[in-house]
């Protein structure tokens, strides 16, 4: 198993297969509109700007369950983003991250990388996932790491 058998929701409601990012790098993030993390979203668009041609998909996951920083409907989230940041990479449907309702791949995601002491659960928003091409998770990254920060870790994934 690994992250491509897994199905995730888009924000307009459709379906994702996301076996369909075979071969990619990909780097999967818990987000919030209203957290403080939330100008990340200039970093993670600007690595994507920067490296998707080379094989890297950034996958946004919105979560409201940190402070209730994302209370926007799936409509109003991508406004926001496109209208503050210029997103341009794939958002999801809202999600949870932690607890009985967590979705599948985020549960996938915790028990692959830990966190700090061996900690499964997400801490807060913006946490990183970077996964390899074979769908395998390479690292786990804190919400304070800024994308731009892991860009050499992405360099190297996307190395053939």
């Not at 926001?80 to 009985?100: I, L, R, T």
Request: contains cysteine; proline residues 6%; aromatic residues 12%.
């Amino acid at each position: 198993m690994n992250v491509f058998d897994f199905q995730a929701t888009s924000l307009d409601g459709k379906p994702v297969d996301l076996a369909q990012y075979r071969g990619k790098v990909l780097l999967i993030v818990n987000t919030a509109s209203k957290c403080g993390f939330t100008p990340q979203y200039q970093g993670l668009e600007t690595v994507y700007r920067e490296l998707h041609a080379r094989g890297l998909e950034v996958l946004g996951f919105p979560c409201n369950q940190f402070g209730s920083q994302e209370p926007g409907t799936e409509s109003e989230i991508g406004a926001f983003c496109e209208k503050n940041y210029g997103v341009s990479f794939p958002m999801f449907a809202k999600v949870d991250v932690n607890g009985d309702s967590a979705h599948p791949l985020w549960k996938y995601l915790k028990n692959e990388a830990p966190g700090v002491l061996g900690t499964e659960g997400i801490k807060w928003n913006f946490t990183k996932f970077l996964v390899g091409r074979d769908g395998t998770v390479l690292h786990r990254y804190a919400p304070q790491t800024k994308p731009e920060e892991i860009a050499g870790d992405i360099e190297k994934a996307l190395q053939p």
